[in-house]
């Protein structure tokens, strides 16, 4: 049930409930008085004002028509002191108490004040010590009248009644106001209980997140407005310890990363500086050792020029794809270029690399980042190639709107364990990293990003016997209805 409901409900069991209660009370209470009185305990009349009360209420139990309610409390009045007679067309329905007293006021009747000829009227009458009320009402067309006389009575006669009376009002009154309090209080502690409980649930669980521990999972058994605020309170403690992982791994591949960059800066600048000294040492003394000297430095600038040009384009590519347009890119005719191209340069390196189109496809990517994906995965695949005689071959199919394109060849592959760390910045299976000519270590890591960037996906897998391939999955650009 949902807090709203609660509410609403506390709040009609809050108006129903005391007024329910109120009635049980009074009904009791009501029986309670019945039974005093059939034991012996009436009310009596002592005064005029107490005579005027009765009659109204006598007037309102016959003309009110409540004789299976009401008559009863006609009960209460003691007998010997008082007399009733209900009429209808002159004919007696109705008649109680002591009749020796009906004789009484007779000769009122014969006051000047009282026109006996209309149909309705109201007569009352304080004598020495009688008391008398005369009344006339017409209901559907018959007439009725209502005669009751009281002798007046020694006063504190009903005192015990009288003190009966005074103790059920204030059982009644008080039972009433404990009612409602013990209501309120009992229907507050529900409503309390559903809205605190959870929002001290939710404050400790906030305290432990403050404290440093994301661990944290609240439940809540109520189908109510709480539960989501409870599950959205566990999703966040969970992304934020997701968050924190993901920092200290991201705090821990910057720091690998700045240490790797020095690395690979540190052992080509390492090699310049002990060639150019020994030129300016003249341990070069002749041209042919200063060709080879000036060959050696031209080689290792070239690395470092292909280092830095290499971290140019893994930063550039981690500001997104705003640091690189997209086009729309046919594959078919982007693949059959890029192999045209590069085909003298595989061919001098002994690479025989294959174009396979199955079925062509259009994307939405940049037609540089793709060649540099192509010509870093099979650049990776030449430099570290097991056999003089190498075979690479590029293959594009497409499978339910997405293009895949592989990259295989018949190398070494590489252990299993480091499938998964070979698209990690400045990682290579040599553990010495000390041939930085053999790569950057940034090839297939910006081949990874290059790819995320346009959406895709990218596998790495060995092959049996032998070799590596390389997947990616591109999805293809939706074409607008004709």
């Known amino acids: 049930m949902t807090i709203k ?14 007024i329910m209660m109120t009635v049980l ?24 004002w107490e005579f005027q009360h009765a009659s109204e209420a006598v007037h309102n ?4 028509k409540n004789d299976s309610v009401g008559y009863w409390l006609i009960g209460l009045l003691a007998p010997e002191q008082n007399f009733i007679r209900v009429t209808e067309e002159h004919r007696i329905i109705y ?49 009725y009248s209502l005669y009751f006389v009281s002798e007046r009575s020694i006063l504190d006669k009903d005192k015990v009644l009288e003190t009966a009376l005074q103790n059920t009002i204030c059982f009644v009154a008080l039972s009433l106001i404990i009612f409602v309090l013990a209501t309120s209080w009992l229907l507050s502690r529900f409503i309390l209980n559903n809205i605190l409980l959870p929002l001290k649930k939710l404050q400790v669980g906030a305290e432990k997140i403050q404290a440093g521990d994301l661990n944290v999972t609240l439940s809540h058994g109520s189908d109510d407005e709480i539960k989501p605020v409870m599950q959205t309170f566990n999703l966040m403690a969970e992304k934020l310890s997701e968050s924190l992982q993901e920092s200290k791994l991201q705090e821990e591949s910057r720091k690998e990363l700045v240490a790797s960059i020095s690395h690979d800066l540190r052992t080509p ?34 690395e470092l020029n292909n280092l830095i040009e290499q971290l140019f384009l893994f930063s550039k590519m981690s500001l997104g794809e705003k640091a690189v347009p997209f086009e729309t890119i046919d594959l078919k005719s982007m693949l059959e270029f890029f192999v045209s191209e590069n085909l003298y ?24 980042l793709l060649e540099r994906i192509l010509s870093n995965i099979i650049g ?16 594009l199919n497409v499978e339910e709107k997405v293009a895949i394109l592989s990259v295989s060849d018949n190398g070494i592959g590489v252990p299993q364990d480091s499938l998964k760390k070979l698209t990690e910045p400045f990682y290579r299976t040599d553990k010495a990293r000390s041939h930085t000519e ?13 790819v995320e960037m346009m959406n895709g996906t990218l596998k790495i897998e060995n092959l049996k016997p032998h070799g590596l391939k390389v997947v990616i999955e591109l999805p293809i650009l939706k074409e607008p209805n004709k």
């Open 380 to 395: 990776n695949s030449i430099k570290y190639r097991s056999e003089e005689k190498f075979s690479c071959k590029i293959r």
């Open 438 to 450: 053999n790569g950057t270590g940034l090839g297939l890591s910006i081949a990874l990003k290059a």
């Open 345 to 368: 340069v595989w061919q001098k390196s002994q690479a025989e690399v294959t174009l396979e189109i199955e079925s062509n496809a259009k994307i939405l990517g940049s037609f540089l």
């Open 95 to 143: 008649s109680y108490g002591n009749e020796s007293l009906q004789s009484i006021g007779k000769n009122l009747l014969e006051d000047p004040n009282l026109n006996l000829a209309d149909k309705e009227f109201t007569y009352t009458n304080t004598l020495e010590n009688d008391f008398v009320y005369f009344e006339r009402q017409t209901f559907n067309g018959k007439n």
């Open 5 to 18: 409901r609660k509410l609403i409900l506390s709040h009609v069991v809050v108006f129903i409930v005391p």
């Open 25 to 48: 009370v009074l009904i009791i209470s009501g029986l309670g008085l019945l039974i005093f009185a059939r034991n012996g305990n009436h009310i009596y009349v002592e005064s005029a």
């Open 61 to 64: 139990i016959i003309f009110n």
């Open 269 to 302: 600048l390492t090699t310049i500086k002990a060639y150019v000294e020994g030129l300016i040492d003249n341990v070069a003394d002749t041209p042919d050792k200063k060709l080879r000297y000036l060959l050696v430095i031209k080689k290792k600038a070239d």
